[in-house]
């Protein structure tokens, strides 16, 4: 009898592995997700959600509206790209690629007229240019919002609000002339401010 209710369990799970593989093999995530400099431009180009924009770099926009609109959460499909500052980008990488973060890489872009270099791209070991780790940071939203922070998801919140972010994204470099709205001046040169005094790298020292 023990026996057989390990035949069993065994069956069970190799046939779990068994349409595991296949459900993998058929998934779009098959396409490659290649990403160099010439994959980022203007961040108003991409899609808004709410205070942040998504786009996807396999064509399957709508899968990642899906999940960025999901109420209760989702996995975010391959090729998703995710921005809320024209210098700080989440991509999904083919599944597999870095399983502890889920295959998101994490980007630091430095962005001009011009367009994008890429700064540092990877995994767990990139920081943003205060220092704090993107990864480390992220990570408590893992569960359920797939380490996208927004605000409620478990994160340390940012010492940068909406209205910088919004501001920066309406002076993005890439994208030609500022698209600026009342209150955008004062918040860059607050945000200015922060940075050349310390405020912000200091804060985002003391999380660590
Ligand atoms: C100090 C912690 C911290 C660090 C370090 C950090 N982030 Fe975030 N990040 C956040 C929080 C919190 C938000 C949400 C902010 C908000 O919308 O209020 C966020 C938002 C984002 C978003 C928009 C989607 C989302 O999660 O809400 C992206 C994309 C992103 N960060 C990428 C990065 C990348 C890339 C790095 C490293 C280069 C990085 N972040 C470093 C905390 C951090």
Same mark, same amino acid.
């Given at each position: 009898m023990k026996t057989l209710l390990i035949i069993a369990q065994s069956t069970a799970m190799l046939l779990m592995t068994l349409m595991g593989s296949t459900a993998y093999a058929a998934?779009? @995530?098959? %396409?490659v997700v290649n990403i160099n400099e010439?994959?980022?431009?203007?961040? !108003?180009q991409m899609t808004p959600v709410r205070h942040f924009y998504v786009d996807n770099v396999l064509g399957n926009i709508d899968a990642t509206l899906a999940a960025a609109n999901a109420p209760e959460g989702a996995i975010y499909p391959t090729g998703s790209v995710v921005q809320l500052v024209p210098t700080e980008v989440m991509v999904k990488r083919?599944? @597999?690629?870095?399983p502890v973060t889920g295959d998101w890489e994490f980007f630091e872009l430095e962005v001009d007229e011009t367009g994008s270099k890429i700064a540092k791209r990877g995994f767990i070991d990139v920081n943003n240019r205060f220092g704090g780790n993107c990864f480390a940071c992220h990570l408590? %939203? $893992?569960? $359920?919002?797939?380490f996208i922070c927004e605000s409620g998801h478990g994160c340390e919140p940012i010492p940068i609000d909406h209205k910088m972010t919004g501001a920066l994204q309406r002076s993005d470099? !890439?994208?030609?002339e500022p698209a600026l709205e009342s209150g955008d001046t004062m918040a860059l040169f607050k945000l200015k401010v922060m940075v050349s005094l310390g405020t912000a790298k200091k804060w985002f020292e003391d999380l660590f």
């Open positions: 998934s779009p @995530g098959n %396409a010439a994959s980022f431009s203007c961040i !108003r083919e599944p @597999g690629t870095s408590p %939203a $893992k569960e $359920k919002w797939d470099p !890439r994208c030609g």
